[in-house]
């Protein structure tokens, strides 16, 4: 065989993978060059949930409100209020998740004028009865947080009643943590309740709204998603106005409570 036979044998192999060399620098070159590309790899900065209580008592404005500013907002929402139905069908109209936000006892203020109300005096059957009476004015609320409650979260006997009941009808909870010797959160998850427990309530002090949102903040950079409680309130509204669409810019990530407890 001569030397240029042995040239023409090499051209045919050398050529096409010259080309697919040529072809995979310029195609690697337009991905790695995609803005979209970046964005869509950019780091969450944190998980954030936020749940809004004492739904029920009005629809105003300011009520209204609050379905404006995200999505992902869970409505808790308390049953035996004279807006309760109105205000549970406004939200799933709108495609919003809502929760019961069931009165329970507490040391401090007197909840007894809320018919619904869950407290040591009360049987497994009568817990459960009012339970399900709360689920049959929101039927769409996907599970449950305790409104007040110092005295009743820290009944074991009753937790464990709330958690059957729950566990029956395929619901969650949220401890709402009104009570540090809380036994809610750890008696859902010794009966397979999903839930999820409240770090910081935003708005008890209304001067404190802006800093305690930031301690919030700042926890879900520590733990997979950082769970604030706040309240139907116009300062409240004011201020999550401001805050949230910022807070989305910057990378946090708003869930509702249905991904958020485990
Ligand atoms: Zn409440």
Same mark, same amino acid.
């Given at each position: 065989?001569?030397?240029?036979?042995?040239?023409?044998?090499?051209?045919?192999?050398?050529?096409?993978?010259?080309?697919?060399?040529?072809?995979?620098?310029?195609?690697?070159?337009?991905?790695? /060059?995609?803005?979209?590309?970046?964005?869509?790899?950019?780091?969450?900065?944190?998980?954030?949930?936020?749940?809004i209580d004492d739904f029920g008592f009005?629809?105003?404005?300011?009520?209204?409100?609050?379905?404006?500013?995200?999505?992902?907002?869970?409505l808790a929402i308390i049953p035996?209020a004279?807006y309760t139905q109105i205000i549970g069908?406004?939200a799933?109209?709108?495609?919003?998740?809502t929760i019961i936000h069931?009165?329970?006892?507490?040391?401090?203020?007197? /909840?007894?004028?809320? /018919?619904?109300?869950?407290?040591?005096?009360?049987?497994? #059957?009568?817990?459960?009865?009012?339970?399900?009476?709360a689920?049959?004015e929101v039927?769409?609320a996907?599970?449950?947080?305790?409104?007040?409650? /110092?005295?009743?979260?820290?009944?074991?006997?009753?937790?464990?009643?709330?958690?059957?009941?729950?566990?029956?009808?395929?619901?969650?909870?949220?401890?709402?943590?009104?009570?540090?010797?809380?036994?809610?959160?750890?008696?859902?998850?010794?009966?397979?309740?999903?839930?999820?427990?409240?770090?910081?309530?935003?708005?008890?002090?209304?001067?404190?709204?802006? #800093?305690?949102?930031? #301690?919030?903040? *700042?926890? *879900?950079?520590?733990?997979?998603?950082?769970?604030?409680?706040?309240?139907v309130?116009?300062?409240?509204?004011?201020?999550?106005?401001?805050?949230?669409?910022?807070?989305?810019?910057?990378?946090?990530?708003?869930?509702?409570?249905?991904?958020?407890?485990?």
């Amino acid at each position: 065989m001569s030397k240029s036979n042995l040239n023409n044998n090499y051209k045919p192999f050398f050529l096409p993978s010259f080309l697919t060399f040529i072809i995979f620098l310029v195609v690697g070159n337009i991905y790695l /060059s995609n803005p979209s590309q970046a964005i869509s790899v950019a780091p969450i900065k944190g998980n954030i949930c936020l749940v809004i209580d004492d739904f029920g008592f009005s629809l105003n404005k300011d009520v209204k409100g609050f379905f404006e500013l995200n999505k992902n907002i869970t409505l808790a929402i308390i049953p035996g209020a004279p807006y309760t139905q109105i205000i549970g069908e406004y939200a799933d109209s709108l495609g919003f998740e809502t929760i019961i936000h069931m009165p329970m006892e507490s040391y401090k203020q007197d /909840s007894s004028l809320y /018919s619904y109300e869950l407290n040591e005096q009360l049987n497994a #059957s009568l817990v459960e009865e009012k339970i399900n009476s709360a689920f049959k004015e929101v039927p769409n609320a996907l599970g449950l947080n305790n409104h007040q409650g /110092s005295k009743a979260t820290g009944s074991l006997q009753l937790m464990k009643d709330v958690a059957r009941s729950l566990k029956k009808i395929d619901k969650f909870f949220l401890d709402s943590f009104t009570n540090p010797e809380s036994r809610a959160y750890i008696t859902m998850r010794r009966y397979g309740v999903p839930t999820q427990l409240r770090q910081v309530f935003l708005d008890h002090d209304e001067s404190k709204i802006k #800093s305690n949102l930031d #301690s919030l903040v *700042s926890l *879900s950079h520590t733990m997979p998603i950082a769970v604030g409680i706040g309240h139907v309130k116009p300062t409240t509204l004011k201020i999550l106005e401001e805050e949230i669409p910022r807070l989305e810019l910057e990378g946090y990530n708003f869930i509702r409570l249905s991904n958020a407890v485990q």
